[in-house]
């Protein structure tokens, strides 16, 4: 398939895999689509599963000559109520309930089973949202070692299995389960790029995460759900989980019930800049085209709601229940990425008040001087030489206005570029010419297709040192 530079989009999108796409002709059609990265959600489906739904990405991934994240979604501390009776009960405005993990079946009365253990950690006065926040309580009993009694605020009913925000809780660095343990393990022997960790409330649990996951020799990346009030208490909690992390999700979602919808808009805006001060990945989530669940179009605010993240230089937007449990998976897709190329075509990317942060001083300068240099001259596109990816994360942090194709010898770190604002990644042995000859072939093939008006595609060619992390050390200009 031909591709003119002008049509990569640069804000990447990332998909949530669920019923809607088991079928594997529906994986393969999310990544000819335009899918970059792939979530699977731990809360949901067996290991059996995970493995085939792998398989088949990897394979149509292969086939299509790109490469694709994976990203492993731990559930998390995720409170939920047990089975109710019928699975529905009613409630007033004024009723007491008392949430018992002890209770293993409803029998239709007040006593509702729980599915973790609230009395060791909510204390009396703090609200207890039921429902994903339909149902508002009030904590006003601690009524034993197991359970905690609340007085709800407003009429409605819940059911089964529904969620339970606790937004003035601490969890106290409590947020790794047994279930989370298990499923670490199993990723750590399977094809993950990243591991999403939910409910993140400090960086002190980026890193207990990140000890677990080095003990099971896991190389994958860490990305941090930000859906909890005390991640965002302040400026500076923040930026202390941007620093601890790979990468950051925006759960928008949860985030609302636990902190207020409010806020979301202002903690999206300082958590993309901080990502992009400090050349960190971040993915903006929940219900970026949540009608489109049920119908074969997005809204104008849903379309507004996506160019947004794609000006504030968001690396990716996320796909939840559109692609795993909606009507319109792939037709989602497509709309997402109109969105995206219309945008990035018709706008410049916000810039952010301070300047970029790396692990090296000379890749903050050298990403600086290429994104320049490209941009004076109209280059077609940047190519870059990278061992560990950190150069290439460097130039994406800022935001060029063209593609990028970053070669690298290492298949993990192909993966993980694959989230990377701009960044088109190749796997290739490493010769004197790799870069180039990598450029060549894309333009061969056809992949990469001259505009009318151009008889060669110019291109800033960013290489170094390669075997030495922090070796980048040349900018050439370069026709293809």
């Not at 989009?9 to 529906?26: D, H, N």
Request: overall charge negative; glycine content about 6%.
């Amino acid at each position: 398939m031909s591709m003119s530079t002008k049509l990569f989009k640069r804000t990447k999108i990332l998909a949530t895999v669920g019923p809607s796409v088991f079928a594997e002709e529906k994986l393969k059609e999310m990544v000819y689509a335009g899918v970059n990265g792939f979530r699977l959600n731990f809360s949901h489906g067996t290991y059996d599963e995970r493995d085939n739904q792998i398989a088949i990405i990897r394979r149509y991934a292969a086939e299509r000559g790109k490469c694709v994240a994976i990203v492993q979604d731990l559930q998390g501390p995720k409170i939920r109520l047990g089975d109710i009776k019928d699975n529905h009960y009613d409630v007033s405005a004024g009723d007491e309930l008392i949430l018992d993990y002890a209770c293993k079946e409803h029998d239709g009365g007040n006593v509702l089973p729980v599915q973790y253990n609230l009395a060791e950690k909510v204390k009396v006065g703090e609200p207890v949202l039921l429902f994903d926040g339909k149902i508002e309580g009030i904590t006003t009993e601690i009524v034993s070692k197991t359970a905690i009694k609340i007085k709800v605020e407003n009429d409605g009913f819940v059911m089964s299995r529904k969620g339970i925000n606790l937004p003035d809780t601490d969890m106290g660095g409590d947020i790794i389960t047994e279930k989370d343990l298990a499923d670490i393990e199993f990723g750590a022997s399977r094809d993950f790029d990243f591991v999403a960790m939910s409910f993140i409330q400090s960086a002190d649990d980026v890193d207990k995460l990140r000890q677990i996951m080095v003990s099971h020799g896991s190389t994958a990346q860490i990305i941090s759900k930000i859906e909890t009030k005390k991640a965002v208490e302040s400026d500076e909690t923040m930026e202390e989980i941007v620093k601890a992390s790979d990468g950051i999700m925006v759960a928008r979602g949860d985030l609302a019930y636990e902190a207020g919808a409010e806020i979301v808009p202002i903690v999206q805006r300082k958590l993309i800049a901080l990502c992009r001060q400090y050349s960190k990945i971040c993915i903006v989530a929940t219900q970026m085209m949540g009608s489109m669940v049920d119908n074969p179009r997005p809204t104008r605010a849903e379309v507004s709601d996506v160019a947004t993240a794609v000006l504030l230089g968001a690396d990716a937007v996320m796909l939840s229940d559109e692609t795993a449990n909606g009507k319109y998976p792939i037709e989602a897709i497509k709309e997402m990425k109109k969105v995206i190329l219309y945008t990035q075509d018709n706008s410049r990317i916000l810039p952010i008040d301070k300047d970029t942060i790396g692990n090296y001083k000379n890749y903050d300068a050298i990403s600086r001087a290429v994104v320049r240099l490209a941009e004076q001259i109209g280059a077609d596109l940047i190519a870059v030489a990278t061992k560990s990816g950190a150069t290439a994360e460097a130039i994406a942090a800022q935001r060029p206005n063209m593609p990028m194709v970053s070669i690298t010898s290492n298949k993990r770190v192909a993966g993980q570029l694959a989230l990377t604002y701009a960044n088109s990644a190749y796997v290739r042995e490493y010769d004197d010419n790799y870069v180039i000859d990598t450029v060549q072939d894309l333009k061969n093939s056809g992949y990469l297709k001259l505009d009318d008006d151009k008889k060669e595609l110019t291109v800033v060619v960013v290489s170094g040192l390669v075997d030495e992390e922090g070796g980048t050390n040349q900018i050439q200009i370069r026709k293809i």
